[in-house]
């Protein structure tokens, strides 16, 4: 069964630094999100992307968030500079369009910022 | 309050007996979905039920939509130990996007 893919499954970082998060979502979807949760907290969403660009973002995605999809296969989530508040689990996920199709998520990648 | 509260917050009960988690949300919806995540793991797919539809079942889980009332619930039936699991529903916005707003969850914890 086709499933999403993200790596690395844990990434620890400083704070300051650049993390790119990757994410293979499943191959004919169409639309693509990232969504992060804090230890503790609920899910939250931060962008969708469809159609090569940016359809919505949320008032977490800011301007040390950027997102693509470079190659037809892979989505990329890049936080330019990380700071401690970053720490969170980042999930991928994709869907068909269409306006009742489930959404299917990655296994979550979990960023640690020190 | 946000979209997609659910309660209780946490739920522990006895293998066997049936788990009721209830979700409130606040705005019109498309659909509202269900997902399950084990401790620190990634959030799977249960069940997704359409704002045309009142009820609906797989396997152990029936899901049932009030949007009159914009409250959904997930039964969980005949409950095993490897049901616990943080459950969170998620409705999606209606809008073009289709982007998911998500409660708080409920931990439940189903003891052997």
């Known amino acids: 069964e086709p499933e999403v893919t993200q790596t690395p499954s844990h990434q620890v970082t400083q704070m300051g630094q650049e993390v790119i998060l990757r994410c293979v979502p499943i191959?004919?979807?169409?639309?693509f999100y990232w969504y992060r949760q804090i230890l503790g907290q609920k899910v939250e969403f931060l962008v969708s992307?469809?159609?090569?660009?940016?359809?919505?973002k949320s008032e977490i995605f800011d301007d040390q968030f950027s997102v693509e999809r470079p190659d037809g296969s892979n989505f990329t989530l890049k936080i330019r500079s990380t700071k401690l508040e970053d720490s969170a689990m980042y999930f991928c996920?994709?869907?068909?369009?269409?306006?009742?199709?489930?959404?299917?998520f990655g296994p979550g990648t979990r960023l640690t910022v020190t | 309050s946000q979209q997609g509260e659910e309660d209780p917050q946490a739920l522990s009960i006895q293998e066997g007996e049936n788990a009721t988690m209830n979700c409130s949300y606040k705005t019109s919806i498309n659909n509202l979905q269900w997902y399950r995540q084990n401790s620190g793991r990634g959030l799977v797919h249960l069940i997704l039920i359409r704002s045309n539809e009142r009820e609906k079942h797989s396997g152990r889980l029936r899901v049932t939509l009030d949007t009159s009332k914009k409250s959904s619930s997930l039964l969980i039936t005949a409950s095993r130990a490897a049901d616990t699991a943080s459950y969170f529903c998620a409705t999606d916005d209606s809008g073009n996007n289709r982007k998911l707003i998500w409660g708080l969850g409920t931990s439940l914890a189903v003891n052997p």
């Open positions: 996920a994709s869907t068909l369009s269409g306006r009742h199709n489930e959404q299917y």
């Open positions: 992307f469809y159609n090569n660009e940016i359809s919505e």
């Open positions: 191959s004919n979807h169409l639309y």
